[in-house]
C-alpha cells in the first residue's frame, strides 16, 4: 500500500546538523499526513514531527525551534533537517504515514501504521 525508505542518517558532534529524507512510493504521498518518529534504546517511540496535506506542519516540544519538516511532492520525499543535535536526539528514525488523517497531523506514533526501515542517528557529546 505504501513504502518509505529513509535515508541521511548518520554519526555527528553535538551541535552539528544532519538531513534526513524519505522517499514514500504509492499514490498517497501528498494525500495524508507523515511524519519522522524516533525510538531509543529501553524508550518508545515518539512522533518527533508531522506534516500534513496543505503543509501544515506539527513538532513535539523536545524538538521544536531545531527540527524542520518539509515534502517535497514532485518527488515524493519527505525531509527533516536537523540542527543543534544534542546527544539525547540520539535514536532510530523512521519515516511514518497516518493514511487517516489528512488536514490535522497527530502526534502519537500508534496514529502512524506504516513506516520505513528507520535510520540511525547518533550525537556524541
Known amino acids: 500500500q505504501v513504502q518509505l525508505v529513509e535515508s541521511g542518517g548518520g554519526s555527528v558532534q553535538a551541535g552539528g546538523s544532519l538531513t534526513l529524507s524519505c522517499v514514500v512510493s504509492g499514490d498517497t504521498f501528498d494525500k495524508f499526513c507523515i511524519g519522522w518518529l524516533r525510538q531509543a534504546p529501553g524508550k518508545e517511540r515518539e512522533v518527533v514531527a508531522a506534516?500534513?496535506?496543505?503543509?501544515?506542519?506539527k513538532y513535539t516540544d523536545a524538538i521544536q525551534g531545531r527540527f524542520t519538516i518539509s515534502k517535497d511532492n514532485a518527488k515524493n520525499t519527505l525531509y527533516l533537517q536537523m540542527d543543534k543535535l544534542k546527544p539525547e536526539d540520539t535514536a532510530m528514525y523512521y519515516c511514518a504515514a497516518d493514511l487517516r488523517r489528512t488536514w490535522i497531523c497527530s502526534l502519537r506514533s500508534a496514529d502512524f501504521p506504516y513506516w520505513g526501515q528507520g535510520t540511525q542517528v547518533t550525537v556524541s557529546s
Open positions: 506534516i500534513a496535506k496543505d503543509d501544515s506542519t
